[in-house]
């Protein structure tokens, strides 16, 4: 939950709020990654994670769900660290 962030971490914040993308199935791998693993991130993942973010939906939901992969190896990355947190939820 947003509670659990440190008010004085805005990114951290900022980064929960764009995760909410109104589509199930991006929510699902997106929103548990912010508000779970992103604290514990290094600032140039959560620099990359925040990249990520200004993504459109079309492009995440082919990446989540590995239709097509992400453009570059940094994003690649990424998608990987957040489908991983995704299984290891369950």
């Excluded at 929960?16 to 589509?23: F, L, Q």
């Excluded at 929510?27 to 514990?40: Q, R, W």
């Amino acid at each position: 939950m947003t509670d659990s962030i440190p008010s004085a971490d805005p990114h951290a914040k900022r980064a929960i709020w764009h995760s909410r993308r109104g589509m199930l199935e991006l929510d699902v791998f997106l929103l548990p990654f912010a508000e779970e693993a992103y604290s514990t991130l290094s600032s140039d993942d959560q620099a990359l994670y925040r990249r990520l973010l200004n993504y459109e939906d079309p492009d995440l939901f082919t990446w989540f769900l590995e239709h097509t992969p992400a453009e570059d190896a940094e994003l690649s990355r990424m998608v990987e660290m957040v489908r991983a947190h995704a299984r290891q939820r369950g």
